[in-house]
């Protein structure tokens, strides 16, 4: 969305100005913007791309003009609406004040005359709108705006323009809904097509329940376990909760939240009559403690019945020892969702599942514990440990499903599956990239050690000496891992990854010539699958296939997509595939997890910086004046621009446009941002000036991989961290900005350096070294860095960062910050190592710097997991039955 933006701006630069973000939904982005035309604050809502293209941009402005005629006191109006570039929006009035929600937010409860009032007001206004021949079918505390008190209805229409354009048949498929769990009727959660006026009667229900006890009527974890509930119970009583609720208006707010539509009121008219007074409307009165009459038992009967399969589908997702749902597409492949029994979740970040070849046993490996792999047999009700396998990783099946190879720390071994007896085949595994592929012809290829880890090895199944099957030096600095092999033992497919795996390609290599080649950029998981279509999983857990010849090992044509959802991890999608056709693979969020910048405070008090602003984001450089930040964001396919953005609530601009380009860096008088743009192997450094008065142009070239750059305080040496590259596994290397611009070795060796930071005096720079066999922090003198070391951290270090006096150098040790107090009159001296917070919670890269610190004492920018539910449980694991059946008919369409 963020790319879209820019050019949004532009396109509307003539009618209207966008100021900053107000907030975000499932489909709209909103922002303040300025009508230059009418020289007024309006709302300018921009619908996400993703559900432009399902519902086609014409057809769904055609029908948002069916509100604009929509004129009522407690219904926010629509200004204008169209089409820039590519992105659809509407505008609307600017309202001071707050979202219902908002205030729910803060008082939890509302004074029962308020909230009665507020559901009066919105009820008048569904009234009006029903009568108008327009459902708001979206009904909910975030819709409800409050202006001086009174209640504005808003978004009226945009729902039903999506049900009644191109694509709302096919929201559902995709995994789009039309309305929000809590407040979905259950003819709405059931999918009915024909929605009536009763629909939003129960979604105000909902609002004035949740007004009145602090919580809408149904809640649970997850979106499934609300929609089972909303099926299967009853609302609990209000006076039971809240004594101070008049009888009466229980009595309507339970009989709005009727599971039968012709149990609710008929109108929003009757439901506002019966909030007014006792006795304005006949209601029904459900009982928390009396049974329903016989007609009505039966009634709710009926519909339970109907819904049965689809309330099971739901239960399954949140629990059960092996629960299922089980629908069949058209092309005759049938879906499950899985759980695997209390306490056994699959780790996300060991490629935990893996299918033997007649798909009739899955290997899980175990997220809550070291171990061990687990196996699920089809037709048995519980998962079995594999003894023997405890702290193992990469499950894989032999051909024939008889035995199971692993990796355990830097040991490759595999079981018989019934038999205890296990065999170690090789004791020097990879331990950074891992996995591994069983072949046909009884061999076994692994990453492993080699001049830069990019080799991979081949080993008998039975045992003996490994061979050499691949070394690249074309691959210097990136890792190689992650093999699957092709049939007939004609070669392997392997992803190779760079920066913590932002950029992913497949590749394929020829063991009859031990040459290698790229197949696909944004490209991992490949599986060859029958009829020479060779699946593979994009960054964005997107599943496509694409034709592929086996003899020469290429690509023949373009990608179809076949799956959405798919979790990646690392370089690695959890995904696998029978010879049988059967799927399963971990459904999940896109792999650039979305992250919130926020200031913490050294006693670990966070606030975030931009409540509305999250986003891909991958590193963050604070400005000199602490007044901006320059953030590496990740786009579609694999790429990366930099962006600044104005504290605290100001715009987000687009500074570098084209390529991959990363880890900013700003110059130290605050113009300018330096940042590292991937050539393939080699990097180069550029500079921009923030306002973007002039182009990009070139600061430092080198032969190998970028991977950090910063700036000396006097701007006279540019300090570059290398990775992989011909002298060393990790070098820090100073180029001049002026006159000689030869690269000069500062700190090469033959260990890893990493994040290296220059003091603000410019006398000394601080790194990370594994010279000692763990990563600690060390100091040496600048720029002459020859005449004297001194290590900082003991015990572990990572990640130093100075404080803009100099006094402080701090760094990561475990899961804790720590400040080491610097003395440096005339040499360099740590007095004190002083834990400050716990940095457990905040997402670290090991390779690059994962914080800065903001000038002047006033903490530190730590970017941190936006959207997580702690709640969550188990990931949702699919799998499907004669899935290839489902992948022809998609490539036939």
Same mark, same amino acid.
């Given at each position: ?416 599956? %019934?038999?205890?007896? $296990?065999?170690?085949? @090789?004791?020097?595994?990879?331990? +950074? #990239?891992?996995? &591994?592929?069983? /072949? !046909? ?46 049939? %007939?033992?004609?070669? $392997?497919?392997?992803? @190779?990854?760079?920066?913590?795996? +932002? #950029?992913?390609? &497949?590749?394929? /290599? !020829? ?50 997509? $076949?799956?959405?959802? @798919?979790?990646?991890?690392?370089? +690695? ?321």
């Amino acid at each position: 969305m963020a790319e879209h933006l820019g050019h949004l701006t532009t396109a509307l630069a003539d009618r209207y100005r966008l100021e900053r973000e107000l907030g975000q939904g499932g489909m709209a982005m909103v922002y303040l913007a300025h009508d230059l035309r009418h020289d007024r604050k309006v709302a300018l809502k921009v619908l996400r791309p993703e559900l432009s293209a399902i519902l086609g941009a014409q057809r769904f402005l055609g029908e948002i003009k069916t509100t604009a005629n929509l004129q009522h006191p407690h219904i926010l109006g629509l200004f204008d609406s169209g089409e820039a570039d590519g992105l659809v929006f509407y505008v609307m009035p600017f309202v001071e004040g707050e979202s219902l929600r908002a205030r729910l937010v803060r008082e939890k409860q509302l004074p029962v005359d308020d909230a009665v009032r507020i559901a009066r007001e919105v009820a008048d206004a569904l009234d009006y709108a029903h009568r108008h021949g327009v459902i708001h079918r979206d009904i909910k505390p975030e819709n409800i705006l409050l202006h001086d008190g009174r209640a504005l209805v808003a978004d009226f229409g945009i729902a039903l323009a999506a049900a009644r354009s191109d694509g709302g048949s096919r929201m559902t498929e995709t995994g789009m809904s039309l309305g929000t769990p809590h407040y979905m009727s259950p003819e709405q959660a059931m999918g009915e097509r024909e929605i009536t006026v009763r629909s939003d009667v129960y979604a105000l229900g909902c609002v004035l329940y949740e007004m009145l006890t602090g919580e809408p009527p149904f809640t649970g974890p997850t979106a499934q376990a609300i929609i089972a509930r909303v099926m299967t119970e009853e609302p609990r009583s209000l006076t039971l909760q809240r004594k101070t609720v008049p009888p009466h208006v229980e009595a309507a707010v339970l009989t709005a939240l009727s599971k039968l539509p012709a149990d609710r009121f008929a109108t929003a008219a009757q439901f506002g009559e019966a909030l007014a007074r006792p006795g304005a409307a006949t209601v029904v009165v459900p009982s928390g403690t009396e049974r329903a009459p016989a007609s009505r038992r039966s009634r709710l009967r009926t519909l339970a019945r109907a819904a049965v399969p689809w309330v099971l589908a739901l239960l399954a997702v949140s629990g059960g020892a092996w629960a299922w749902r089980e629908r069949t597409s058209r092309s005759g492949t049938s879906w499950r969702y899985l759980a695997f029994g209390p306490g056994l979740s699959p780790a996300t970040d060991r490629l935990p599942l893996a299918l033997s070849p007649d798909g009739n046993a899955l290997a899980i490996v175990d997220a809550n514990s070291s171990g061990p792999i687990w196996l699920k047999r089809r037709g048995v009700l519980r998962p079995t440990p594999i003894l023997g396998t405890e702290s193992a990783i990469f499950p894989t099946f032999s051909p024939d499903g008889r035995w199971l190879a692993f990796q355990e720390g830097p040991r490759l071994k595999k079981v018989r599956l %019934g038999e205890s007896e $296990v065999v170690t085949l @090789v004791d020097s595994v990879d331990q +950074v #990239q891992g996995g &591994l592929a069983w /072949l !046909d012809d009884g061999t076994l290829i692994y990453p492993g050690p080699g001049l830069q880890g990019k080799v991979l090895f081949r080993i008998s199944a039975e045992g003996g000496a490994s061979s050499l099957a691949l070394e690249d030096k074309t691959l210097a600095g990136l890792g190689v891992g992650y093999p699957q092999g092709l049939p %007939g033992a004609h070669g $392997v497919l392997f992803t @190779v990854c760079t920066s913590g795996c +932002v #950029q992913m390609s &497949l590749h394929a /290599l !020829d063991l009859r010539t031990g040459r290698q080649r790229e197949l696909l950029n944004d490209a991992t998981g490949g599986i060859l699958l029958p009829g020479d279509r060779l699946l593979y999983v994009r960054r964005d857990g997107t599943a496509l296939v694409v034709p592929f010849d086996l003899d020469k090992l290429a690509v023949t044509g373009p990608g179809v997509p $076949v799956l959405e959802g @798919v979790t990646v991890f690392n370089g +690695v999608a959890n995904l696998t595939v029978s010879r049988t056709g059967v799927l399963v693979y971990e459904q999940g969020p896109p792999p650039a997890n979305e992250v919130q910048p926020a200031r913490v405070s050294r006693e670990g008090v966070i606030s975030p910086i931009d409540s509305a602003w999250h986003g891909p984001f991958n590193s963050f450089a604070v400005s000199p004046d602490g007044r901006r930040i320059a953030v590496g964001v990740g786009l579609e396919s694999g790429r990366l621009d930099i962006w600044i953005k104005q504290l605290d609530r100001g715009p987000f601009t687009r500074l570098s446009f084209g390529g991959t380009n990363r880890r900013p860096a700003w110059s130290p008088d605050g113009r300018t941002v330096a940042f590292i743009h991937d050539t393939g192997a080699t990097s180069l450094v550029y500079q921009r000036p923030v306002d973007g008065s002039t182009p990009q142009h070139l600061l430092a070239s080198l032969d190998r991989q970028i991977q950090e750059v910063t700036w000396s305080p006097d701007g006279r040496w540019l300090v570059l961290r290398t990775d992989n590259g011909q002298a060393g596994a990790g070098d820090i290397v100073g180029v001049r900005t002026s006159g000689d611009t030869t690269p000069v070795a500062m700190v090469a060796d033959q260990f890893t350096e990493l994040h290296p930071t220059v003091s603000p005096d410019g006398r000394w720079i601080a790194y990370t070294s594994n010279e000692s066999g763990t990563q600690e922090v060390y100091v040496r003198a600048f720029p002459q860095t020859t005449s004297g070391r001194w290590q900082v951290s003991n015990g572990g270090g990572f990640q130093p960062r100075w404080s803009s006096d100099g006094r402080e150098l701090y760094f990561g040790s475990g899961d804790r910050l720590i400040a080491a107090q610097i003395r440096a009159t005339q040499g360099f001296e740590v007095t004190e190592l002083k834990p400050l917070l716990s940095a457990a919670g905040f997402p670290a890269d090991q390779f690059h710097q994962s914080y800065d610190v903001l000038p002047g004492g006033k903490g530190l920018l730590f970017p941190r997991p936006w959207g997580a539910d702690p709640t969550a449980g188990a990931p949702i694991v699919v799998e499907a039955e004669n899935w290839l059946a489902d992948v022809q008919a998609r490539m036939q369409r």
